[in-house]
């Protein structure tokens, strides 16, 4: 009996033995699996993925993170934390032609039948021909009568439906995605990222300012409040429907170049601590932010590929010369945008 005793006392202690190995195993294993997902845990998430790894993109992390760290000397207030940008060629593109021209000239087509004038009087024959050699000649005072020509004088609710009716039909013809859809997804990260920090993005475009409030909340999640733009002048009416606000063939601002720091002045009243333009028409912009106090971000975007987007420097010429010389930070598409359209493929 002793013997078988002992016999159960030496299993014991072997199975004991075997159960403290197995277990200090598992424990490990364990211990390493907590270790890894604690390391993983502490491993930074990429706020712009779209982005490629640069100069540019350190620049904007960098920037966020002097002006919103407490303890920085750049640190900014939230409420004076103002980025400002550009609609076309910057939030989404401009080529062929800029996409409220095309809208512009889907309202002469429409309307052409009622004017048989139009086929022999400039600027309308250009569109109406679709002469391409010739509607690369217009003025400024040419696209403003044919803009005023297009919609004509209605309510500004009823121009709010047809504008939106055409973001919601009409494709681009490069790239077969609806107008609306062609934003470039890195800017619609760097806009979620600005908010993120408590940086208030607003659209500051020589664009009409009523076609970008159109579509500005769905597209880049900035409401119509935050828009800056051209625009008609407006009158009081009173109709058997009640008031409304009626759209004349007037110009009220056309907000391009030194008129943006005036219209971010009238509608923000705060100076930019952030601008984001691409073309000669914003360096006024991108002057007004980078001359204010402390800690500032002037960029500009470059359209330098061919293949996913387009190549062109027409109308950036002297932002670019200007841009190397104040130290301005530009973004290339094709260096710097890992992914262009999230909708194309």
Do not use: C
């Not at 779209?50 to 966020?64: M, R």
């Not at 760097?190 to 020589?206: E, T």
């Amino acid at each position: 009996m002793r013997i078988f005793s002992r016999m159960y006392q030496v299993t014991a202690i072997v199975l004991l033995i075997a159960m403290a190995v197995a277990f200090a195993g598992v424990g490990q294993s364990i211990a390493q699996e907590m270790v890894r997902d604690k390391a993983q845990d502490k491993a930074p998430i990429d706020p712009l993925p779209s982005w490629n790894d640069g100069a540019a993109k350190e620049a904007i992390l960098a920037f966020v993170r002097d002006v919103t760290d407490p303890a920085s000397p750049s640190f900014v207030e939230p409420p004076d934390r103002i980025a400002t940008f550009d609609n076309d060629g910057t939030l989404w593109a401009e080529k062929p032609i800029y996409f409220q021209v095309a809208f512009i000239f889907r309202g002469i087509l429409e309307q052409s039948d009622d004017h048989p004038e139009w086929s022999e009087q400039m600027p309308f024959k250009a569109v109406l021909e679709n002469d391409l050699e010739a509607l690369k000649t217009l003025t400024g005072e040419d696209a403003l009568t044919l803009a005023f020509a297009s919609y004509p004088e209605m309510t500004q609710s009823e121009f709010s439906v047809i504008a939106d009716e055409w973001l919601s039909a009409v494709k681009h013809p490069r790239f077969g995605v609806l107008y609306k859809e062609l934003i470039y997804a890195p800017m619609v990260e760097l806009l979620d990222y600005l908010r993120a920090n408590d940086i208030r993005p607003f659209i500051v475009s020589g664009g009409g300012i009523e076609f970008i409030r159109a579509f500005s909340a769905e597209a880049y999640d900035i409401p119509p409040e935050h828009v800056i733009g051209s625009s008609l002048k407006y009158e009081f009416v009173d109709t058997e429907g009640g008031s409304e606000l009626m759209r004349r063939s007037e110009i009220a601002s056309f907000n391009d170049k030194h008129v943006k720091p005036v219209n971010i002045q009238l509608h923000i009243g705060r100076r930019p601590i952030l601008a984001f333009g691409n073309s000669d028409g914003d360096i006024e912009m991108l002057q007004y932010t980078a001359d204010g106090d402390g800690r500032r971000l002037s960029l500009l975007l470059h359209h330098d590929d061919a293949e996913r987007e387009y190549d062109y420097d027409h109308g950036t010429e002297r932002a670019l010369e200007l841009a190397e010389q104040e130290g301005w930070t530009v973004v290339s598409v094709k260096k710097d945008f890992g992914e262009v359209f999230s909708t194309v493929h």
